[in-house]
């Protein structure tokens, strides 16, 4: 082979070795191409700030924004290139943006608001109303505008009529936008009398039924004396509506409400009413419906008028309607709704607040303006302020575009983005979600902004932002992806392991889809198949966010030593995920954004509430998914009403015997009147409203000649706190002023039978206020009025008897309702809430603060918690693994006698007739010739003593006596081995001493000790020649000859034939050098690859997975093509055949 076929050869050799590393500025990444960029600068678009265009007619006019950009040839325009501005376009903004065509993933905006300004007058801009008739004329280029309501319909200040003039550039006076016309009602005039009664010598109180009968059969006949003494007034009839009475001593007040019907002025109403007071008042018996009434089991009592008076009295509207004064002379008061822009609040129409709107008439409340609105001056509808994105000094009006790398707050700021962030060419940028993280040092992005990756193997960015990742020099490679310094390229010449992979690797995200990690770019990838645990692929997604995944590549290197390592990937958000946040039962969720902030509000269900008293909690978050106030919302808790229980002490006294010989007797007696003294806390706390007490339980000690007895009792059913404490308060004065009341029993049975005298001393209440059970405690709920709650105590407290106390560090409770904490599992930490544990940086990984970003222990070191690793002990290694959990990944050396493929645990014993006198690597050398060793695990040469050994067709597990014979279908091949025979041979008896007893079934072979005839014997099997008595070694030597001979002639044509070849092949080169060859076929590629497979025979059994080496083989090309190599092929060969598969690569020199 020449010369330039072998420097060809060691190119493609090398291409093929070296395919799998990073190319000068693309890695594949998955399915997609990770490009490398060199730095550029960032394209800008440049526009103005606000445009204004002035309309004369209603029919407007077109804008080209096409003249209001820079590079306008290159841009695409939204919502088009044209513009239309008329007289509908009028105070309603229009937002245009242009973008240029994307260039390296950057796509720079620019972005601004057309206002249309009117010249002239335009009277279409007035808008109509179907309540009103509408008259325009122009004088001098003035305009104005008479709006007349129609028969029934006023204005809300009385008018029928409203003008509106316009000088100039469509600028109306009083305003731009006109009143609605009312519909008006009559009102109806409303009076009220007040009759006071007297009665004669019974309580009011006892006769107030009796009277309201009374009163109830005769109200037609009072309205009728109303109607006789107004009789000429001109008043309409009066019809009395409802009554009131209430007593007071013995005289009972009577409100009569009634109305006049029919028509009437209010003036003759009015004086009519005055007129009957006076009448009355002068002769009150006129008034009287009836001179006696019937009384509560007592008879009856006379009735008399003592007074009469008017209370109130005027025109009065129904159905949240107000009183107006039309401005018309001589006309009456009407009703009408409000009008837009107020509301009904039971008495008035009163005006809308800020931030408040009513677009319709006659309604109670007033509307909320949507975000980013205010209240218009008439309250009738609400203004647009600048929209998000745009700002101005008083945040309605000449609105421009927040400048690049700003984001808007509200209608009048704009704030830089963090430090860091950029809006990447935009401008007018709507929230801070628009302002995107720079790719730091070590990360880039074609944009130079998130969401990034890792600096691929071997590349290095030192500065943050856009900008290439540089290629290190040549033969200098990084650990790992992300590097962010020069030096970290480094020699690998100097390395000691060949399977290098990164620390740790971030993956960002900014969608809820899996995203499709490849783990072959994050090793430093060693000339053999590396094995991916838990496979090539891995995804991450929402769900990984927080848990970072192991992953672990290993390979057999060159040395057959296991190489790994591993390292651990982190999924980092972008964005906000509401997804994320967990829910919580027993409680609504709901989202929403604004401004680029993302805030989830938890709404507890009815029956529920927050452990702090609250029925909702908002979560918010603007950028990376970083929620306050937390990213574990609390759980709601179920809520019970507490008891209100009170502890009464009493104190009584006996007569003559001393109370400890009457407790018996007094407990006894008490226990009977239990019922019968709640009854008597009940009477004296009736009217408070504290509801019914219940003694539960009472105990009594004796002193002397008193028994102080304490009454644990509760109130039930409803009632609130305040009248409880206000009932004991009021029971204990009462019983102390009258201690009789509260005695139960005025004598007591003492011990023999006698009795003694009872008195109470003093009464006082010892304790009183709400109590829970069950485990549970009070809370005071937030909302104004709520009485306190009963709750569990939330997960991450336990209740200690009295309290709800926080778990204690490394301590967590993830339920409600527990009365302990358990205890974290190992390797982890409780959270700020207590709730739950967090892992800390898994075993053989750890960082600063032990949680983050954990990077694996290196080679030789070994994990001791989540922040510190440890080099292993002196002379001890983690056989090129790293991230090695514990120091039992430390691998002690193998001692003297003992060996192991890495020279470190785990290791074995030398084998018989052996010895190894180092500790640590290094082989087990062989005794000498007709000398061994009495035992395994020999550590010195003296230990080789001379030995019999077993003789040929005998073995044993030492090589020495006592020895077995090879069995049968085996041959010898030393003293401590015998193989079986190949391909199903079989032997005639034990103890055959080489392969050439073996007969095969089917052999073609001519070598000697086989045949070509099958035996079929099952025993006592014998070859051949045994069978026929022969000695047959001449013949085999003979055989022998012949074969040696074949071979060589064989060889010698098969050199011939490849010198022909080769000479052939050189010819055949200058001729087509000489022809200036082409194949379309095969233009412009640099190679083509094709395989083949074949069985090979080999003399020479092999261990089946065992591997061959063949040497590369030149071979004639296809027609029209210069020159083909195969590769050198590495082939797994079996017994005697060998599976070769050859994948050879065309090298095309024309």
Excluded at 889 to 917: I, L, M, N, R, V
């Amino acid at each position: 082979m020449d010369c330039p076929c072998i420097v060809l050869l060691i190119l493609v050799i090398f291409q093929i070795r070296v395919g799998m590393s990073p190319s000068n500025n693309v890695d594949k990444l998955g399915d997609s191409e990770l490009k490398v960029l060199t730095d550029m600068t960032q394209p800008t678009l440049l526009c103005v700030s606000i445009l204004t265009v002035l309309i004369n007619t209603t029919e407007g006019s077109t804008v080209d924004l096409y003249d209001y950009f820079s590079d306008a040839d290159n841009i695409t325009y939204s919502p088009g290139r044209y513009v239309t501005v008329n007289i509908s376009t009028l105070g309603k903004l229009q937002q245009v943006s242009g973008t240029l065509e994307k260039t390296s993933g950057i796509e720079p905006s620019c972005t601004f608001l057309i206002y249309t300004k009117a010249e002239v007058c335009f009277t279409e801009s007035l808008s109509s109303d179907a309540h009103a008739t509408k008259v325009c004329f122009d004088s001098n280029g003035n305009k104005t505008c008479t709006y007349t309501c129609n028969s029934g319909y006023l204005y809300f200040d009385g008018s029928s009529s409203k003008t509106y003039t316009c000088s100039g550039k469509n600028y109306w006076s009083p305003s731009f936008k006109q009143e609605e016309c009312l519909l008006t009602e009559s009102p109806s005039y409303k009076a009220k009398l007040e009759m006071v009664y007297a009665l004669g010598d019974l309580p009011a109180s006892s006769c107030l039924q009796g009277f309201d009968n009374s009163l109830a059969a005769y109200n037609t006949t009072i309205a009728q004396k109303v109607d006789i003494r107004c009789d000429g007034f001109g008043t309409g009839k009066f019809k009395i509506n409802s009554f009131t009475s209430t007593t007071k001593a013995f005289q009972i007040t009577t409100v009569f409400s009634g109305e006049f019907t029919g028509t009437g002025s209010d003036e003759s109403r009015s004086l009519c009413l005055r007129t009957l007071v006076v009448v009355v008042g002068n002769d009150l018996s006129s008034f009287l419906h009836n001179n006696t009434v019937v009384c509560d089991g007592r008879g009856q009592s006379s009735v008399s008028v003592v007074s009469i008076r008017e209370v109130d009295s005027g025109n009065v509207c129904s159905d949240n309607m107000v009183l107006i004064k039309p401005t018309t002379s001589g006309s009456s008061e009407q009703c009408v709704l409000c009008p837009p822009g107020r509301y009904f609040n039971g008495t008035y129409c009163v005006m809308c607040a800020d931030g408040l709107y009513q677009d319709s008439v006659g309604k109670a409340f007033c509307n909320t303006c949507p975000t980013n609105t205010v209240s218009g001056k008439d309250k009738t509808a609400c203004i647009d302020l600048c929209p998000p994105g745009f700002t101005s000094s008083d945040g309605m009006t000449e609105c421009k575009p927040c400048s690049r790398d700003e984001y808007w707050v509200n209608a009048t700021n704009c704030e830089r983005c963090p430090a860091d962030f950029s809006t990447f060419g935009k401008n007018g940028i709507s929230d801070i979600s628009g302002c995107e993280a720079l790719c730091s040092a070590g990360r880039y992005s074609n944009r130079g902004f998130e969401p990034c990756q890792d600096c691929p193997f071997h590349h290095y960015k030192t500065v943050q932002g856009q900008g290439n990742c540089t290629q290190c020099p040549n033969d200098w490679k990084t650990l790992s992806t992300g590097s962010k310094r020069s030096a970290d390229c480094i020699n690998v010449d100097f390395l000691n392991r060949d399977l290098l992979c990164s620390s740790d690797v971030t993956i960002s995200i900014n969608s809820k889809e899996d995203t499709k990690v490849d783990l072959h770019y994050y090793y430093f990838s060693a000339p053999y198949n590396i094995t991916y645990n838990p496979g090539r692929y891995i995804f991450v997604n929402t769900s990984t966010l927080g848990k970072p995944q192991r992953v672990t590549g290993s390979f057999e290197n060159k040395l057959g030593m296991k190489e790994t390592c591993t390292f651990l990937i982190y999924t980092k958000a972008v964005i906000c995920f509401i997804d994320t946040l967990k829910p919580v039962q027993n409680a609504k969720k709901t989202c929403s954004s604004f401004g680029g902030i993302t805030t989830c509000t938890y709404t507890c269900k009815s029956g529920y509430i927050y452990y702090d008293g609250s029925s909702s909690k908002a979560y918010t978050c603007s950028l990376m998914n970083d929620w306050s106030a937390s990213m574990y919302p609390e759980d709601c808790l179920l809520k019970k009403s507490p008891s209100y229980k009170a502890k009464l002490e009493v104190v009584y006294g006996l007569g003559d015997h001393p109370a400890s010989q009457c407790l018996q007797g007094f407990d006894n007696s008490l226990a009977v009147y239990n019922t019968t003294i709640a009854q008597k806390v009940d009477t004296r706390c009736d009217g408070f409203g504290a509801g019914k007490f219940k003694i539960n339980s009472f105990t009594s000690t004796s002193k002397a000649y008193q028994i102080t007895t304490v009454f644990s009792g509760e109130f039930t059913a409803s009632g609130s706190d305040g009248a409880r404490s206000t009932c004991l308060g009021s029971l204990v004065i009462v019983v102390n002023n009258n201690p009789s009341y509260f005695l139960h029993n005025n004598t007591v049975v003492c011990d023999g039978g006698t009795q003694s005298s009872v008195s109470i001393k003093s009464i006082r209440e010892i304790d009183s206020g709400n109590e829970c059970s069950d485990n549970m405690v009070l809370i005071k709920p937030t909302t104004s009025g709520s009485s306190e709650q009963c709750v569990h105590c939330p997960p991450g407290m336990y209740f200690n008897g009295t309290n709800c106390v926080l778990c204690a560090d490394d301590r967590y409770q993830d339920s409600e309702g527990q009365t302990f904490c358990k205890t974290c599992p190992t390797n982890t930490v409780s959270r700020n809430d207590k709730s739950a544990c967090i892992d800390l940086c898994p075993p053989g990984f750890t960082s600063s603060d032990g949680m983050t970003q954990c990077k694996p222990c290196g080679t030789d070191e070994y994990w001791v918690n989540a922040t510190n690793c440890e080099s292993c002990p002196t002379g001890f290694k983690t056989n090129l693994q790293n991230g090695v959990p514990d120091i039992s990944g430390c691998k002690a050396p193998c001692s003297a006698g003992k060996y192991s493929f890495t020279g470190y645990e785990p290791c074995q014993d030398c084998p018989f007739h052996h010895y190894k006198a180092t500790e640590g690597p290094g082989n087990c050398t062989e005794c000498p010739q007709n000398q061994g060793t009495l035992t395994t695990g020999s550590n010195s040469s003296t230990d080789c003593v001379s030995v019999d050994f077993c003789v040929v067709g005998t073995y044993s597990t030492s090589g020495m006596p006592p020895c077995n014979l090879c069995p049968r279908n085996t041959y010898w091949v030393n003293n401590m081995y015998c193989h079986a025979c190949p391909s199903g041979g079989k032997t005639a008896s034990a103890g055959s001493p080489n392969n050439g007893s073996c007969i095969e079934t089917y052999n073609t072979s001519p070598f000697p000790g086989t045949t070509k005839e099958e035996d079929t014997s099952t025993s006592g099997e014998k070859t051949l020649d045994d069978l026929s008595g022969k000695d047959n070694t001449d013949d085999n030597y003979f055989n022998y000859f012949i074969i040696i001979s074949i071979l060589s002639v064989v060889l010698f044509v098969f050199l011939l034939v490849v010198v022909a070849l080769l000479l052939r092949r050189k010819f055949r080169k200058k001729d087509s050098e000489n022809s200036n060859y082409t194949n379309p076929s095969l233009d412009n590629q640099e190679s083509q690859t094709h395989s083949y497979s074949g069985l090979h025979d080999y003399s020479e059994p092999e261990e089946s997975g065992g591997y061959m080496e063949l040497d590369t083989i030149q071979r004639e090309a296809p027609k029209g093509v210069p020159s083909i190599y195969y590769n050198r092929d590495v082939i797994n060969t079996g017994d005697n055949v060998a599976n070769v598969k050859h994948e050879y690569t065309y090298i095309v020199t024309n």
